[in-house]
């Protein structure tokens, strides 16, 4: 009988005899994405669920993430299908107007020149001792795009899916404080009050509705390993763009994001184990993330500059920092820089165009970079 | 393959991909516009 009792009493102490000390730090810093989603506002949406994964896979002894552990289950069931991230391009695609990109389309340049940094980081990444397809992993932050760094890490690295994620969402948030340092040091007073053409010409709801359907189709021919993600993105799009399935589109960007987003997020937390997260890796992958991300807002300024003078200055360069994915706002950054120097300079729209360039572009880099690797047999 | 082919692959052909494919976009967009105009507005109805 008092054998039983102590047995009993044992199981309530199984949780504390099993903490390692890694487990307290990652519930504090499970807390920390906490405050920031929920006191300051930073991707709420995801760093919530985000946060209280991290401090539920930090509770030892539970087996969440053991086999048929509940949150095992969901990371098997949508992050190591890639099924989230799909998902929620779908809902992405329904949600974005490309209508300012393809009112003036010579601002999709733009959004190539904001992925630049993906792959000067992986190159940075190499050289720093990471394997190839980590540095691949690591790279990726660059895209600003949550889904393809998700896509992409979960398929070829996903030990290292934890640190990517928190890395991508974290630094897309804190865009508004990394760009325009950057921004302002490569350009000059008389290069951000350049004033760009208000009068565009529209693009015709037949030509909205061909958009998707062409880039899917070209883009998939290109870089046929990347189509899950532009398929799907470009889906989100036309089921928008054509108003046939308003049904659809609604869920797509209400009901279908937000379930997918909860899951993703507490699935991603999960992943953030003591043990597997605490290395001098994760602050590399931090650091390489925000490297990433400045080298995009480089590229993107000085690819605006050229522009400047090819267009004879008729390109605003402060609209190349708004070629990264982040939507949107990497545009509203470029708006709010623009003012600052000349309060009539009305760049939100070309921004918005640069920015949905962005989201396209870091959607085709990915897909070429898969693309690449499957040529070289990497993958 | 050694890190060092593999990164500088990566990069020229990565960046030159992505920018090539976008400027084909770019190009496929400008043809969709001009092959399907946007309507004019219709001026409005005049009244007495």
């Known amino acids: 009988m008092l054998h039983a ?15 390692h000390w890694s487990n307290p730090v990652m519930i504090a810093v499970g807390g920390i994405l906490l405050f920031l989603g929920i006191k300051k506002d930073i991707e709420p949406l995801l760093l919530v669920p985000i ?30 299908t890639e099924l989230f991230p799909l998902l929620i391009f779908i809902g992405v695609g329904a949600m974005t107007d490309f209508g300012p990109l393809l009112e003036n389309p010579k601002i999709f340049l733009l959004g190539a020149a904001g992925q630049f940094g993906i792959f000067l980081t992986i190159g940075l990444a190499l050289f720093f001792g990471f394997s190839q397809l980590d540095a691949v992993a690591i790279g990726i932050i660059g895209a ?53 053409d208000v009068e565009t010409k529209p693009a015709s709801q037949t030509a909205r509705i061909l958009f998707p359907i062409v880039v899917t189709v070209v883009g998939g021919l290109i870089a046929p390993q990347g189509l899950p993600l532009l398929g799907t ?22 009901e279908i994001a937000n379930v997918v987003t909860l899951l993703l997020g507490i699935s991603i937390g999960a992943t953030m184990e003591g043990t597997a997260f605490l290395k001098i890796q994760t602050l590399l992958i931090l650091a390489f993330g925000f490297t990433a991300i400045c080298l995009d807002t480089v590229c993107g300024v000085l690819f605006g500059k050229l522009m400047c003078v090819l267009s004879g200055g008729r390109v ?3 609209i190349g920092a708004a070629g990264i994915s982040a939507y949107p706002m990497a545009a509203r950054v470029v708006q709010k820089e623009g003012v600052k120097y000349d309060k009539h300079n009305f760049l939100l729209m070309h921004a918005v165009g640069a920015n949905t360039g962005g989201q396209v572009g870091s959607v085709m880099a990915a897909a070429i970079m898969l693309s690449v690797l499957k040529g070289m047999g990497i993958i | 393959m050694n890190n060092l082919t593999f990164g500088i692959t990566l990069i020229i052909v990565g960046m030159g991909g992505t920018l090539l494919t976008l400027a084909l ?8 516009k001009r092959l399907f105009p946007a309507q004019e507005e219709a001026p409005p109805e005049k009244t007495t």
């Open chain 1, 5 to 19: 009792i102590l047995d009993g009493l044992l199981g309530l102490t199984s949780g504390f005899a099993s903490l």
């Open chain 1, 51 to 80: 946060g209280f994964g991290a401090i539920l896979t930090n509770i030892p002894a539970a087996g969440l993430m053991e086999e048929g552990g509940f949150l095992r289950v969901i990371y098997e069931m949508g992050i190591a």
């Open chain 1, 144 to 196: 600003c795009d949550g889904p393809t760094a998700i896509y992409v890490t979960s398929k070829y690295a996903p030990h290292l899916l934890g640190a990517v994620s928190v890395a991508a969402y974290s630094y897309m948030s804190l865009v508004p404080i990394i760009q325009p340092p950057i921004m302002r040091a490569l350009t000059t007073q008389k290069e951000r009050t350049v004033r760009m």
């Open chain 1, 233 to 254: 993105i470009m889906l989100g799009n036309l089921m928008k763009e054509s108003g046939a399935v308003a049904r659809l589109t609604k869920a797509s960007e209400n």
């Open chain 1, 316 to 318: 605003n360069p402060l």
């Open chain 2, 25 to 32: 976009f770019s190009a496929l967009m400008t043809i969709l």
